[in-house]
């Protein structure tokens, strides 16, 4: 892989260097002691995803199509050789991860709202996952080379809710991929839909050979039943997929989905809709999964991360969570695979909460979803 110009590093011995923005600074009492939250950058269009480069370096989704490196509190390029995106509703420019090998082979993975054009079809959007080779080049951004679309859903409509979408990469490197219902419930209990589920693929999109396969469900199918998934994250410690939805009004979840799981959605949930009318026939129904910890009211669960690192060491293996309409970021206090208790930080402070992410350095950082963006690191005061 090409590399870029020599820059001052943002992380030394795990610790970030990176420049804050001078004033933009909240402090809060926690569970772990003062956390203060710095701003890193600002500007940002709609972010939607983070991943950190070895260089130090911050790569970011925009919704509405934009792949940007940021680099000392601005943004330093972008990334050409993007997909299209249908950037309308809750659609466009989604998830981004970095492959395993990411070093040897700059190989990412990004997800999107495409058009049907694209996929050859005649009409609507659908989620799709590409796999390309990230090019870092002389002046600062990159290149997306070798291009390949790995996945997309096989029904695509008009709907611009839903999409999803968020990847988790599994130890042996295949990729769980959670997809909306795209506001049509009912597709969530079809089967062989992909919409509303999570799909199980391998890092070139084909079907792995240990996927559950249950009878008459599609092959890519980890778990059904699903709304909208905008979580996604492996616990470190054994490999296991957690994930979060939103619920209509109320009835938001975290889940543990294991192969062949039917969440659902929408015969049993938490929440109502949203002109109050009852959805389904309760919180139960024998073979339906239940969530392992939901809210009601919602705070629209995006972003999932678990927390491992030296500068709070009280949270380590806890699960952190980002709200949207609950302009927060919330602590779950995870023993074994019960939630024993939640910690709601930043409450109204920061924004809407997009993205979670732990960083090498044991700080957290988040991505807000608001037109002026901002890319937000929290940590213990004065470090």
């Known amino acids: 892989m090409q590399k870029s110009l020599p820059i001052l590093p943002l992380f030394v011995s795990g610790f970030v260097l990176a420049t804050a923005i001078p004033g933009l600074a909240q402090t809060v009492e926690s569970s772990a002691g ?5 701003v890193l950058a600002e500007g940002l269009d709609h972010p939607w995803a983070l991943a950190f480069l070895p260089d130090g370096r911050f790569l970011v989704t925009e919704r509405s199509g934009r792949l940007v490196l940021i680099e000392s509190g601005v943004v330093s390029g972008s990334v050409e050789g993007v ?3 249908v950037a309308r509703g809750q659609g466009g420019l989604l998830d981004l991860a970095l492959a395993p090998d990411f070093e040897t082979s700059g190989k990412i993975y990004l997800t999107y709202a495409e058009p049907a054009e694209d996929a050859g079809l005649q009409r609507g959007t659908g989620t799709a996952v590409m796999a390309a080779k990230l090019v870092l080049t002389n002046g600062g951004g990159g290149q997306l ?3 390949k679309v790995i996945f997309r859903m096989n029904n695509f409509d008009n709907s611009t809710r839903h999409f999803g979408s968020r990847i988790a990469i599994a130890p042996d490197g295949n990729l769980f991929v959670t997809l909306g219902e795209r506001g049509s419930m009912e597709r969530a209990q079809d089967p062989m839909d992909l919409a509303g589920g999570i799909v199980r693929i391998a890092p070139d999109g084909s079907v792995p050979e240990d996927n559950p396969k249950p009878e008459g469900w599609a092959p890519e199918f980890w778990s ?7 979580g996604a994250t492996i616990r470190p410690d054994d490999g296991v997929l957690f994930t979060v939805e939103h619920g209509a009004r109320g009835g938001d979840e975290v889940n543990m989905p294991t192969a062949g799981d039917n969440f659902g959605w929408p015969i049993i949930t938490y929440g109502v ?3 109050g009318v009852k959805i389904g026939e309760g919180t139960e129904k024998g073979g339906l999964e239940q969530p392992i910890h939901y809210w009601d009211p919602s705070i629209s669960p995006s972003g999932l991360d ?6 709070l060491p009280d949270w380590q293996g806890d699960l952190l969570v980002g709200g949207l309409s609950g302009n927060v970021l919330v602590r779950l206090d995870m023993e074994g695979d019960t939630v024993a208790g939640e910690e709601r930080l930043f409450a109204g402070q920061l924004g809407r909460i997009r993205d979670v992410r732990v960083g090498s350095d044991g700080a957290v950082y988040l991505l807000t979803d608001e037109d002026n963006g901002r890319l ?6 004065g470090k």
């Open 376 to 381: 937000i690191r929290v940590a213990p005061e």
């Open 224 to 230: 059904i039943g699903h709304r909208n998934p905008q």
């Open 306 to 311: 678990f927390y491992q690192g030296s500068l």
């Open 34 to 38: 003062p956390l203060r939250a710095t």
């Open 83 to 85: 997909p299209n995106v």
């Open 273 to 275: 809709d949203y002109s």
């Open 145 to 147: 080379e070798d291009q």
